[in-house]
């Protein structure tokens, strides 16, 4: 069996919605240097992420956030939407089907060791597809640096489309669907 990070634990992922008490978590994994650098760029207060997370945590947006936990402990922040539910992010990747999701691993210790994809990969299978059931296709973008979160979107079965400006930043979006995501669980690519 594999072992999560610190070699004791089983590396099965769960997840959780993110509650108001996980506030102080987010503020410090959004303050962390890997974070900073390609997802929040600026310093935020507690307060900030409360103003920003509190609708989500509360049901008043239409975007659902969860926490991606192994062994009891929390280690990624992974969120996702309806893309009509935000016009304005339609106009911007145009794109007007499916799903788009969001995510950062939050502690250093599980980065570059298979948590990002895995934890990807079973969000959309576990969380994503089965709350919005209509939907087949899904989306996530990374900046063109941002290498690390590119090997590890298409390793979970995404394939770049087309590059885009979100706030004056050039992004790249990929796109995959439900079945190729399902065939990366089945062949392994999503495993640790």
């Known amino acids: 069996m594999e072992k999560g990070v610190n070699g004791s634990e089983p590396a099965e992922i769960e997840f959780r919605p993110v509650e108001e008490s996980d506030f102080p978590t987010l503020t410090a994994w959004l303050a962390e240097p890997h974070v900073r650098r ?60 499916g799903i788009s999701v969001d995510l950062f691993v939050g502690e250093p210790a599980y980065l570059h060791r298979g948590f990002g994809r895995a934890a990807l990969c079973g969000y959309l299978l576990e969380v994503a597809f089965p709350y919005y059931a209509s939907e087949t296709r899904a989306y996530i973008a990374h900046e063109p640096l941002n290498t690390a979160a590119l090997r590890c979107s298409q390793a979970v079965g995404f394939r770049p489309l087309r590059k885009f400006l979100e706030g004056g930043v050039e992004m790249v979006l990929l796109g995959s669907n439900r079945l190729s995501i399902e065939g990366s669980r089945t062949t392994g690519r999503c495993v640790r």
């Open 38 to 97: 390609f997802y929040q760029k600026t310093p935020v207060t507690l307060e900030q992420v409360a103003l920003e997370y509190g609708p989500f945590v509360r049901g008043e947006e239409p975007t659902i956030c969860h926490l991606a936990i192994s062994g009891d402990a929390p280690f990624a922040y992974l969120q996702c939407y309806r893309n009509v539910d935000y016009p304005e992010w339609v106009d911007i990747i145009v794109v007007n089907d």
